[in-house]
Structure formats: structure tokens, C-alpha cells
């Protein structure tokens, strides 16, 4: 009973060790000097346009991110290096660059999402997983499917 239970978690699992973790990047901002940040701000902007790896994320969270990073451009340019922030403004600095990852490393393309679910006439649930980006081509290509075909019915019912 033990070897067939542990057989077959090792089936139901054996998908999780083979998908791959795309290259996430942990901390897309992390600058001390105004010149670093300057560049890392102006890539994670670019990163954010249409084929960057951040494409997907909401308005919501773009326009708080853009506002996070000019806060803290605000910062560099009143006080110069973190070494030269008193602890208070340094402390303000770190919360934003920490919020502003949490948000991009959340909405990057190459995020992996696993979900587990029952097919339909199985009671065997199976893992799958996507990238954030996979996620979103799946979902667009779908949207623009019922589009068709709600012009297509639409076509038909004026004949």
C-alpha cells in the first residue's frame, strides 16, 4: 500500500521537477548611486513597454510603479548616494525599491504559475504550469476566438 501511494506521488509530481524556472530577475532595482538608478529606472521602463518582460502588468500597477521610481529619482537627486541619505531617507528609499520589485518580479513575463486541476471524467488531478506571458497569449487568443465567432453569428443571423 505504501509503495503504490508513494508511486504514485511520484507520478503526480514528476511534472514539477521537470518544469523549468525561467530566469526571474530578484531584485530589478537595487541602485546606491543616482547613476545607477538612473539606468536601472530607464530599463525597467523600457521593460514595461509592449515586448518588454514586463508587458503584462496592470495600469494600476504600472502608474504605482512609475510613481515609486520617481519618488525615489526625487531622492537621489536631493541627497545624492544612499552613503550620503541620513537613516530616516534611507529607510523611505529601500520601502520603495522593495515595493517597485515586488511589483515587477509579480508581473514578469517570465513568472512560472502552476495550478492543479481535475480533467474533465478524472478524478486524477494534474499540475500545470505557464509563464505569466503563456498565460496571457492563452487568454488574449481566447478573447479574440469568441470575438470571431460572435462576428461570425452575428453574420449569419442578417442572412
Known amino acids: 500500500m505504501r509503495t503504490t501511494f508513494a508511486a ?23 541602485a546606491d548611486t543616482p547613476e545607477a538608478f538612473a539606468a ?10 509592449t515586448g518588454g518582460r514586463y508587458e503584462y502588468i496592470r495600469q494600476s500597477d ?6 515609486l521610481l520617481g519618488q525615489m529619482g526625487h531622492l537621489f537627486e536631493h541627497n545624492g548616494a544612499v552613503a550620503q541619505m541620513n537613516k530616516s531617507t534611507q529607510l523611505e528609499l529601500f520601502n520603495q525599491q522593495e515595493e517597485v520589485n515586488g511589483l515587477l518580479k509579480h508581473n514578469d513575463s517570465n513568472r512560472l ?5 481535475s ?33 461570425t ?6 442572412n
Do not use: W
Open 8 to 30: 504514485l506521488l511520484l507520478i503526480l509530481l514528476l511534472p514539477l521537477a521537470h518544469a523549468e524556472q525561467p530566469d526571474i530577475v530578484a531584485q530589478p532595482i537595487l
Open 113 to 117: 504559475v502552476c495550478e492543479r486541476h
Open 119 to 151: 480533467k474533465v471524467g478524472s478524478n486524477l488531478p494534474e499540475t500545470t504550469c505557464h509563464t505569466v506571458a503563456e498565460i496571457e497569449h492563452m487568454r488574449k487568443g481566447s478573447q479574440h476566438f469568441i470575438q470571431d465567432l460572435n462576428k
Open 40 to 49: 536601472q529606472a530607464a530599463a525597467v521602463r523600457k521593460e514595461m513597454q
Open 153 to 158: 453569428e452575428r453574420g449569419h443571423a442578417g
Open 62 to 67: 504600472k502608474e504605482k510603479a512609475e510613481r
